[in-house]
């Protein structure tokens, strides 16, 4: 079975800060990897994937997640913060199949003027 | 293109009711999902379908039923609401092609049954 654990239910940065938020996963075969972001009242959006090829994944937005397999980790990174960038965000992971994919509970990230 | 919708986008339900949430795609894809999010749990998939007329099972399938007659349509039935069914209900699609696509999201149902 696979799972995810995000680390850090909210977190808080100052408008042009490094965001990092933290997800670690545990899958018993070749993971696929995700960060959803979720806007107030909206349905999730894709902000990147990994599926196997670079280890170092730009998404949109300016995010990027490096996959470190000895980590087991896929955390989500942005160097200068926007306003725009508060929202929920989430992590997961699927198999191949993409049917079986689990999500994290999620990040509350909170950008301050 | 209106990519996923759902409908209805708030509903009230009392213990013992019976609904059903209609989800949409006009993107032609193959496969589609529903999802349930409660709070500090993120999204758990309840069930999907691989194709028209296939349903299956996912992670919190009970008290749920699901049925694909149409290839753009997947409907989600509670068919005896209960107060742990409260939860935010999100549909999504993807393309069936053998490689892996991304979910496309609708914009959720807000279910309260009380």
């Known amino acids: 079975a696979q799972s995810v654990t995000q680390l850090g239910s909210h977190v808080s940065v100052s408008e042009g800060a490094l965001v990092l938020l933290r997800c670690n996963y545990s899958s018993s075969v070749p993971p696929y990897l995700f960060w959803y972001v979720q806007y107030p009242n909206q349905g999730l959006q894709l902000l990147l994937k990994y599926t196997s090829a670079a280890t170092l994944v730009k998404g949109i937005n300016g995010f990027e997640a490096e996959f470190k397999k000895s980590e087991t980790s896929f955390h989500l990174t942005k160097p200068s913060a926007h306003m725009s960038d508060a929202a929920e965000y989430f992590c997961?992971?699927?198999?191949?199949?993409?049917?079986?994919?689990?999500f994290g509970a999620g990040t509350r990230l909170t950008v301050k003027p | 293109n209106a990519g996923v919708t759902q409908t209805p986008k708030f509903r009230v339900l009392k213990t013992g009711q019976s609904m059903t949430l209609l989800c949409a795609q006009d993107m032609n894809h193959e496969y589609m999902y529903w999802y349930r999010q409660d709070p500090g749990m993120g999204l758990r998939l309840i069930h999907y379908s691989v194709g028209e007329g296939t349903t299956a099972k996912g992670e919190v399938p009970d008290g749920y039923n699901v049925s694909r007659l149409k290839k753009q349509n997947f409907l989600l039935g509670l068919e005896s609401a209960a107060p742990s069914q409260t939860s935010v209900y999100f549909c999504?699609?993807?393309?069936?092609?053998?490689?892996?696509?991304?979910?496309?999201f609708g914009p959720g149902t807000r279910l309260t049954v009380l």
């Open positions: 999504a699609s993807r393309q069936g092609d053998g490689t892996y696509n991304e979910q496309f």
């Open positions: 997961a992971v699927s198999s191949i199949n993409n049917n079986d994919m689990r």
